[in-house]
């Protein structure tokens, strides 16, 4: 035990002291904050007809009622109030003049429609992903080698996506998971577990594999460097978890955003929805897919073109071209 010279120990306490009052001032102040803050009362339900007079009260043209009722009771007024952003007057709850119902359902009806194309692509590229990753792992470090932290760069997170496998198992009920308790004590190949965790959880996970693991993972993407895969991969699961609970895609500003290769950028907003595409386009495993959804999408662009504004999810003008071929040709440069 170290004794500390008599001014020494003064000294501390005088700054424990010190720090103690600090923190219950703090703890005070915060209090006082929020009692002070004053919250408005929830909003009573509005039943459906009365969600059709706020709407026609904002200028909102509906030319048949009925019909504008059966969608209300099948689509959230809330869920659905989130494509009037586009449709209003700046600053104001109106609507711009002209607007009419079918133009609202028919943002509504895009969006849904466009959420179907981008999640059959994001299923390609998340399961490739998985097998990517375990591949690597499995044979660099065998199928356990995973739940060993000094193979990875961060701890803490190594620590978290293990806690987060052993309760995906705890609430997993599959048969597979029964077998390799019964006949392997529960130890779970690398294989067996990327099915298990999240795919936010494996995004994580290679986050923080060794910078030649990456690389190894980067070579089935044209070797791009891994700091850049890992933001992609980390968008196309912030698109994945949207597009997987129906939220909105068009007029979306991405909360989570990629960064762009050198030729793309200046030519669309990084945190467009568009930028987002891009890179699924990047990540996405089979050529023959990928031209697919870019005839289908196209296709729903000219049915809902009296409705879509592509500017607003980011699409430049040349967009056909950047996700055919990844780059704006020097024609159009």
Known sequence: MVLLPRYAQLNRAHHASRLAMRTRVGLFICMVIIMRKRFFPVKPAKTYEEQLAILRDRGLIIPNESEALDFLKTINYYRLSGYRLTLRVPNSEQFEEGTTFDHLRGLYEFDRR??????????????????????????????IGYKNASHFSDTNYHHEFLTDLNSAINRGSEVFIRHHE????????????????????????????????????????????????????????????????????????????????????????????????????????????WFRFIDDMGALVREYDAYVDLVTMGFPAVWRHLLKAGKVPKTLA
């Open 114 to 143: 466009l959420r179907s194309l981008l999640i059959a692509v994001l299923e390609s590229v998340e399961v490739a992903f998985r097998t990517r990753v375990a591949y690597e792992l499995a044979h660099k470090y065998g199928p």
């Open 182 to 289: 019964t006949k392997y004590g529960g130890q779970l190949p690398i294989w067996v577990a990327v099915e298990l965790a999240s795919f936010g959880a494996v995004s994580k996970l290679f986050r923080i594999m060794s910078s030649q693991d990456q690389r190894n993972v980067a070579s089935y993407y044209n070797k791009v460097h891994p700091p850049l895969l890992i933001t992609w991969v980390h968008t196309a699961v912030y698109l994945r978890n949207i597009c997987a609970h129906y939220g909105r895609l068009y007029n979306r500003h991405l909360k989570v955003t990629p960064r762009l290769l050198k030729r793309w950028r200046g030519i669309f907003p990084p945190n467009s929805l568009f930028a987002g595409i891009l890179v699924i386009r990047e990540l996405c495993p089979s050529e023959s897919q």
